[in-house]
Every structure is written in C-alpha cells, then in structure tokens.
C-alpha cells in the first residue's frame, strides 16, 4: 500500500513538472513566434541620388601605358584583356605591338563602352596584318589612348596548354624621361623570370 502512494504521489510530482516546464516553454515561445509574424517595416533610408550628368568638358590628353612582356609561337598565344574604368563615357584604346627587334604594328584600335572590356589576340592580329602565325616573336604592348587620365585597367596573359603554363603581366605608365648621365648614376632593380627548356 505505502508503495503504490507513494509511486502515486511520484507521477503527480512529474506530472506537476512536466506542466510547469510546458507553461514556461509556452511562455517564452509565444511572444517569440508573434514577433516572427509581424509584418516587415522597411528600415529608413535616404533616397539615392541620381548619376550626376558630366557638366565640365574634358580635354583629350594623349597617353600611353605600357605592358608586357607577350610571346607567339607554336605553343604559346598572347591575350591582352582591356577594362574601361570610365563608367559613363566609351574609350578608344589603341594597342601597339613591339617585336623584340624594334619593329612596330600598330593594331586597330578597339573601343570600349562605359564599363565595357574587350580583349586582342596578337597573335590572330598579327596573322591578319600578314605575319607568319607560327614565327616565334615577342614583344611589348604599348596601349595609346586620349584621355585626361588612364582609362584602361589592362593586363596581358601568355598561355602554353602543351606545357600547362600560364603567365600574367600587368601595364603601367612610363616613368620620367631622364638623361643618360642620370640613368648611369641611378641603380634598378629587375625582376624577371625564365625556364629552361627539356626534353618533352
């Protein structure tokens, strides 16, 4: 008897547990699950204001900048990758190509939307200005342009898929003209890279 009152008097102990802890959870999940049905107010914010319209007429200044190194053979191709920086005016970029030995192509000049990019294969430019596409050649870019300031974020990438390498170069303005005396006494720093070739 005293055994059954008192697994009696147990159960109603859970039972009372159990209900309290219902009665909380209930509690805090209630308003949680309310709040979560309210509808979405949008948080305030100024209104944004349109693209201002270019009021001030902008000189054409001549300019370059110059990349590289590219190279053109039978395993590698040269891409030169071109951004207009400018975002509410098209600019025209003009690529010249420099051979190792000085020889010069000037390239057609490609014209970039507002934002726009584009890019040039040199080696199909060369073929079509009447270079043998297979000839070894290498060179650097100069990109001309007629802008107040550098309009063109540029970089030249060299592929070889036979030997799985690809090579990125950037561009960038010539420095300052000095004379020779002055470059004589100026100590540089180059960077660069090579690879010899093996057998394959």
Not at 74 to 95: G, R
Request: proline fraction near 8%.
């Amino acid at each position: 008897m005293l055994s059954e009152e008192r697994d009696m008097g147990l159960h109603i102990g859970l039972n009372r547990i159990a209900r309290i802890a219902l009665g909380y959870a209930a509690g805090i999940l209630l308003p949680l699950l309310t709040l979560a049905q309210q509808s979405k107010i949008s948080a305030p914010h100024d209104p944004i204001a349109p693209r201002a319209k270019r009021t001030i007429p902008l000189v054409p200044v001549p300019g370059s900048i110059a990349g590289g190194p590219w190279i053109v053979d039978a395993h590698d191709e040269s891409i030169i990758y071109l951004k207009n920086v400018v975002e509410n005016a098209s600019v025209t970029i003009t690529p010249v190509l420099y051979l190792s030995n000085g020889t010069k192509y000037q390239l057609a000049p490609v014209q970039l939307a507002p934002s726009g990019i584009a890019k040039v294969d040199v080696g199909a430019s060369l073929e079509s200005m009447g270079v043998a596409p297979l000839a070894t050649l290498s060179g650097w870019v100069e990109l001309q342009y007629n802008w107040p300031w550098v309009p063109v974020c540029a970089f030249i990438r060299v592929v070889d898929v036979t030997r799985s390498l690809v090579f990125s170069f950037g561009f960038a303005a010539p420095g300052p003209l000095t004379s020779r005396a002055e470059k004589a006494t100026q100590s540089q720093v180059r960077e660069g890279m090579w690879w010899k070739q093996g057998r394959t």
